[in-house]
């Protein structure tokens, strides 16, 4: 059963940054397209960005593009989301996805973290 662990999170000024890690405990990482979602307080849950198995496919929703970056280790089961410059508007629960098939801003993923809270301030 893969299990996924969300860290990083934090309370943070806006323009500050702020780097997530999520351990994946499979012993075939690699084989998982990864991705990065979030849910603020009273809305629904929505796509971050999103890498393929080999981190030769990126995909950012319109709202990060620029700000954040998604990557993974696969030699170290992990994957992170680079946070940069970081807006009121990027504050809550982040929770890491994973999914052999499933790429990208669908919600199909398979498996999914507990999540960890960003909170920005103005």
């Known amino acids: 059963q893969v299990q996924l662990v969300e860290s990083g999170g934090g309370l943070v000024q806006a323009g500050g940054s702020l780097r997530l890690s999520c351990a994946h405990s499979?012993?075939?990482?690699?084989?998982?397209?990864m991705a990065w979602f979030r849910q603020a307080p009273g809305k629904e849950r929505e796509f971050v960005a999103a890498?393929?198995?080999?981190?030769?496919?990126?995909l950012y929703a319109d709202s990060v593009k620029g700000r954040f970056t998604i990557s993974r280790d696969n030699a170290k089961n992990t994957l992170f989301l680079q946070m940069n410059n970081l807006k009121p508007e990027d504050t809550a629960v982040y929770y890491c996805?994973?999914?052999?098939?499933?790429?990208?801003?669908?919600?199909?993923?398979?498996?999914w973290g507990q999540g960890t809270q960003v909170t920005v301030s103005s």
């Open positions: 499979g012993r075939t990482f690699s084989a998982y397209n």
């Open positions: 890498i393929s198995g080999g981190s030769a496919f990126t």
């Open positions: 996805a994973a999914d052999r098939i499933s790429y990208g801003g669908t919600n199909a993923y398979d498996r």
